[in-house]
């Protein structure tokens, strides 16, 4: 059984085309709504997986939608489909724990691709959003990481060597050695003369 689904779009051709694609995928749609009210009424009803939410709406758009959701604790997880590619709006959604956002040009190209990431817990963005706002996400294999490895890395990007590193962290060069070689494994990178000092430099700006 696929996850359960409200879709909310007040454009009449956008919320039949985007359920009608769905339900012909065989995804269980519980629910459909022209306006932000009714959409959150059938959100906070019947607590589906997901919802898919135009952002501009009558009564409440679909950023006001998920804030109430956020603020009373509702685990259904929203995605919001727009037209819009500001970075004001992009900030907001992420604040919101939003987990996804979708173009609505590109909406039946990658809607499933969204349904699937978001029902891992991992959030999809259009990467033609991404592209547009030029804006760089955080490696997620950073997250792999220990609080340790992650001080060396930012060493690393430093140009400091392992005997400043230890010098720094008080630990020795051979454990210096050890963490980068740990680093290296999580990071999955391709060993390769300063390939860590590459990739460390690569991304500098997420191990402040």
Known sequence: MHASIIIADDHPLILKGLNDFLKEKDYNIIGSAENGRDAY?????????IAILDIR?????????????????L???IVLITFEK??????????LNIFGYVLKEFALVEIEQCISSVLKNTPYFSPELISHLEIREVPKELEELTPTEKEVLKHIAQ???????GELMFISNRTVEKHKSNIIKKLDITPFQNSLLIWAKENQEFLT
């Not at 009424?41 to 997986?49: D, F, M, V």
């Not at 709406?57 to 604790?73: R, S």
């Not at 500001?86 to 604040?95: C, P």
């Open 75 to 77: 685990p259904t997880k």
């Open 159 to 165: 140009n400091k060597t392992a005997k400043e590193i």
């Open 57 to 73: 709406m009558p009564h409440l758009t679909g950023l006001e939608i998920a804030k109430k959701c956020f603020d009373n604790n």
């Open 41 to 49: 009424n059938l959100i906070e009803t019947h607590q589906p997986e």
């Open 86 to 95: 500001d970075e004001e709006t992009y900030y907001e959604a992420k604040a």
